[in-house]
């Protein structure tokens, strides 16, 4: 079982930034300082009714308490400490977790602090091998990507304002499903003077999708499949006609780059199309039915298994939510380029993921679907199903991008897909256990550890060899 919420600390925290004495904040909430003191040092509860005065009091969003952002920052710090830089320290896991329990703004400082420290010893490798090669050259060392996958795990992957736009679209235009795609031109063409044009691959000079505002004309490559033409079809869609929720997101302080808020934009724009194209009850309702079968919702709704994953990662309405997945996109090399949690399952930020996710061994059957039943060391059980996906190319000569994509849930849920048929759930030995990335877990007998364990420090017997060399063996 997971941890109760520690809140006491960062109540502490934000009593003390906002003025309050321990006596002062008591009779506010209508509770006695001996009491309040319990609840700061995690010795008493955070009701829901003290949550509510204390959000009345402070003029708080309630997510500011939210477990889920707590337990990932916490996750993000041991990351961070797992780095061989703090050996020396001897810091243990309990005392990471509390720091984040007892300051969540510093333990995310301390986090911030840490990536820019990569960022500059990456910079600086980078720069050395190029002064080396071809002398000078600027080194930009922010990262965007980071930026704008916090923005959506921290608003789960959902945006209701663009799901709201889209089912208006649907409203204003009487969208035909089975037309779509010529709807969608016809649409363009009325309310925005926009013209849809296919050209030759070669014409369009490697893009798949050419806007000019000026000429008012949308250029689609020949070699887009029809789903994938809506999709482009409908993220114009998206730029023309969600402005004020697109910008809203785009400002959001995350995002602190020009190059950050234009990837948000079309991390959101991506967002809105796939909203058109799925729309949200007819897809939950599809999901539920087909018991998420991704290829035959892929079928129904004109999509592809990667465009068909990433929307169901979306369905987080409140009281019409779907299954809480998690999914993650890696290539070849095990870089991981998307990634996204509902299901409390964490991702490094700072380095690879355990080599025995099913992810990564979808590569030796492309094409197929692999399942897998896993295990954190926490105990949480998840079930992943994993496929290769190919990026649609051009002719004979064009370069095929083969990536992994990767769905999973709690073992709770997974009795809802149609992948858990025939698949003994409650099976101990079926079971592969896994981490989160090798500094991080604590499985000292796993043969394909590649570091050892921040919590065992490294013990060399040139006499002895275990299952992986950082795999220490008792002695006789």
């Known amino acids: 079982m997971p941890d109760a919420p520690r809140l006491g600390g960062k109540l502490r925290a934000m009593r003390r930034r906002e003025g309050f004495t321990q006596t002062e904040l008591a009779q506010r909430l209508g509770v006695s300082p001996s009491?309040?003191?319990l609840i700061e040092h995690d010795k008493r509860p955070l009701t829901a009714q003290l949550l509510i005065r204390l959000s009345e009091t402070f003029h708080l969003d309630l997510k500011h308490f939210s477990s889920d952002a707590d337990a990932r920052v916490a996750a993000d710090l041991l990351e961070v400490f797992g780095d061989p830089l703090f050996e020396p320290h001897d810091?243990?896991?309990a005392e990471v977790r509390e720091l984040a329990g007892s300051s969540l703004a510093l333990a995310r400082a301390v986090v911030a602090l840490y990536g820019a420290y990569r960022r500059a010893r990456e910079a600086a490798d980078t720069l050395t091998s190029r002064l080396s090669q071809d002398g000078p050259?600027?080194?930009d060392s922010r990262l965007p990507t980071e930026e704008v996958a916090d923005l959506i795990q921290r608003n789960m992957n959902f945006f209701p304002e663009l799901e709201d736009g889209a089912a208006e679209i649907w409203r204003e235009t009487s969208l035909n499903a089975t037309n779509?795609?010529?709807?969608?031109?016809?649409?363009?063409?009325?309310a925005h003077r926009v013209r849809v044009q296919v050209e030759r691959a070669a014409a369009m000079g490697g893009a798949l999708r050419r806007y000019d505002p000026e000429r008012k004309i949308l250029a689609l490559s020949e070699v887009l499949r029809r789903g994938s033409r809506n999709f482009q079809l409908a993220f114009q869609v998206g730029l023309l006609t969600q402005g004020p929720a697109i910008d809203k997101y785009a400002r959001d302080p995350l995002l602190t780059s020009g190059e950050s808020r234009a990837l948000a934009r079309v991390a959101l724009a991506n967002y809105f199309a796939a909203a058109v194209l799925m729309p949200y009850e007819p897809f939950v309702e599809s999901a539920r039915l087909e018991r998420y079968d991704l290829e035959l919702l892929g079928h129904r709704f004109r999509a592809s298994f990667e465009q068909v994953a990433h929307r169901l990662t979306t369905l987080r309405r409140p009281g019409a939510e779907g299954v809480p997945f998690h999914m993650v996109r890696i290539d070849i090399a095990g870089n991981i380029s998307k990634h996204f949690s509902a299901s409390g399952l964490r991702f490094a930020r700072f380095s690879g993921a355990c080599p025995r996710w099913n992810v990564f061994t979808a590569f030796l059957t492309p094409g197929m679907l692999r399942t897998q039943l896993s295990q954190m060391p926490d105990g949480t059980t998840y079930f992943w199903l994993a496929r290769t996906v190919r990026k649609e190319g051009g002719g004979y000569h064009a370069p095929r991008t083969v990536h992994a994509l990767a769905l999973g849930c709690e073992v709770a849920h997974a009795k809802k897909l149609v992948y858990a048929d025939g698949v003994d759930l409650s099976s101990r030995e079926a079971v592969v256990p896994v981490g989160l990335t090798?500094?991080?877990?604590?499985?000292?007998?796993?043969e394909q550890?590649?570091?050892?364990?921040?919590?065992?420090p490294l013990k060399v017997n040139e006499n002895v060899r275990g299952v992986s060399f950082y795999a220490p063996v008792p002695e006789r």
């Open 35 to 37: 009491y309040l003191n």
């Open 180 to 190: 779509l795609y010529d709807d969608l031109v016809l649409y363009l063409e009325r």
């Open 91 to 93: 810091l243990q896991a």
């Open 449 to 456: 550890r590649a570091f050892p364990p921040l919590q065992h």
């Open 438 to 446: 090798c500094r991080l877990c604590e499985r000292i007998d796993c």
């Open 137 to 139: 050259s600027a080194i």
